[in-house]
């Protein structure tokens, strides 16, 4: 089967641009900081991805630069293509290449952008990439299980509950459980054909007979 040996890329930091057809992920940049601000500031929006406080400007530098520093870490802007529009970010994180696995996040922080497909475009892009470019094996997500929807979104890409970590998260003077879900490369390539292709491209390409 493809990937079975295949090495994690050496230079998966690199980033390229993932191009789908209503939206494009860009490499974050500087000047996408003041978006993270808002949205860090929108108490609703931290309450759905389980984050605790606001970040200041100083804080939203402070982790931009720990980003940058970051090797395990893939960190991109969603793009709406018609105006250019910034709508949230997405990445993948804790990357560990010797066992091929890897956390991933989506937040789409523009509240008028939910519920239009866009986060169905960028999971896709990022799982293509992911597993068809990069050559991971296991992504996981975890959601705060209040999160119905982002239940409901995850398993639409194919994602499976795995566990549940009990009261993991406290928001609000409430415990809430925490889903950990993953999906493997197989079960990803049995939807998506094209996923198999690029590996098996990317496969030989970093082949030594085709060097
Ligand atoms: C969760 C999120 C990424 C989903 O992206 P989206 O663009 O809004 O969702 P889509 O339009 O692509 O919908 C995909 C699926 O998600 C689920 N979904 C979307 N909106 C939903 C809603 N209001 N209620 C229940 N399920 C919903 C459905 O399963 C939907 O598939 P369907 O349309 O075939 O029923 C996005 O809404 C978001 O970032 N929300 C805020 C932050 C967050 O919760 N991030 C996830 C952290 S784990």
């Known amino acids: 089967m493809f990937g079975d040996n295949m090495p994690i890329r050496e230079n998966a930091s690199k980033q390229e641009t993932l191009t789908g057809k209503g939206v494009y ?3 974050f940049g500087r000047g996408d900081l003041p978006y993270i601000r808002k949205w860090w500031n929108d108490a609703e929006l931290r309450r759905l991805i389980g984050e605790v406080a606001p970040m200041s400007r100083a804080e939203t530098e402070k982790w ?31 990357m560990f290449r010797p066992w091929r696995n890897t956390d991933m996040t989506i937040i789409i922080g523009e509240r008028d952008a939910w519920g239009k ?47 549940v970590e009990r009261d993991e998260y406290y928001y609000d003077n409430e415990y809430s459980d925490g889903v950990m879900m993953s999906i ?23 082949s030594p007979q085709s060097a």
């Open 64 to 94: 931009y630069k720990e980003l940058l520093r970051d090797k395990d870490r893939i960190w991109f802007a969603i793009v709406l293509k018609k105006g250019d529009r910034v709508i949230g970010e997405a990445g993948l994180l804790r």
């Open 25 to 27: 992920l860009r490499p």
């Open 117 to 163: 497909g866009y986060g169905t475009e960028v999971g896709r892009l990022l799982l293509d990439y992911a597993f068809g470019r990069l050559g991971f094996h296991r992504i996981s997500v975890g959601v705060v299980g209040f999160n119905k929807k982002a239940l409901r979104f995850w398993e639409s890409l194919g994602f499976k509950k795995e566990g």
């Open 184 to 206: 493997l490369e197989d079960e990803y390539e049995k939807t998506h054909k094209d996923v198999v292709r690029k590996k098996a491209e990317v496969s030989k390409r970093s």
